[in-house]
Nanobody, 126 residues
Framework: QVPLVESGGGSVQAGGSLRLSCRTS????????MAWFRQVPGKEREGLAT????????STIYADSVKGRFTISKDNVYLYLQMNSLKPEDTAIYYC???????????????????WGQGTQVTVSS
């Protein structure tokens, strides 16, 4: 069973919005952290936002590149990424990820995440 499945990607003009969803095969609270990443061919995977088990605003961390434009949130089954004011440089494949740890260690380092989705393409045109 695939643990994480993303949806919601697509094409949008610059300045537009998209909402990505990531459905878990388990409850989101079973993961100590969940996060969104993106990757452009030929570049390293970039961490965008992470959220802790309790889903509170205080448990979120954002990369500077998306702070103020993207919002991470979750409910019992889904992880979300609301993306506003999109720019052409936001074009990438977007991945959700999750990890289970003995204690909460928020991180945007992809090497610390064990569970991954298959990715969804986001294309922003100018």
């Amino acid at each position: 069973q695939v643990p994480l499945v993303e949806s919601g990607g697509g094409s949008v003009q610059a300045g537009g919005s998209l909402r990505l969803s990531c459905r878990t095969s388990d409850y989101t609270y079973r993961y100590t952290s969940m996060a969104w990443f993106r990757q452009v061919p030929g570049k390293e995977r970039e961490g965008l936002a992470t959220i802790g088990r309790d889903g509170s605003e205080g448990s979120t961390i954002y990369a500077d590149s998306v702070k103020g434009r993207f919002t991470i949130s979750k409910d019992n089954v889904y992880l979300y990424l609301q993306m506003n004011s999109l720019k052409p440089e936001d074009t990438a494949i977007y991945y959700c990820a999750a990890k289970k740890e003995s204690e909460w260690r928020p991180s945007l380092d992809p090497r610390t995440y064990k569970f991954w989705g298959q990715g969804t393409q986001v294309t922003v045109s100018s």
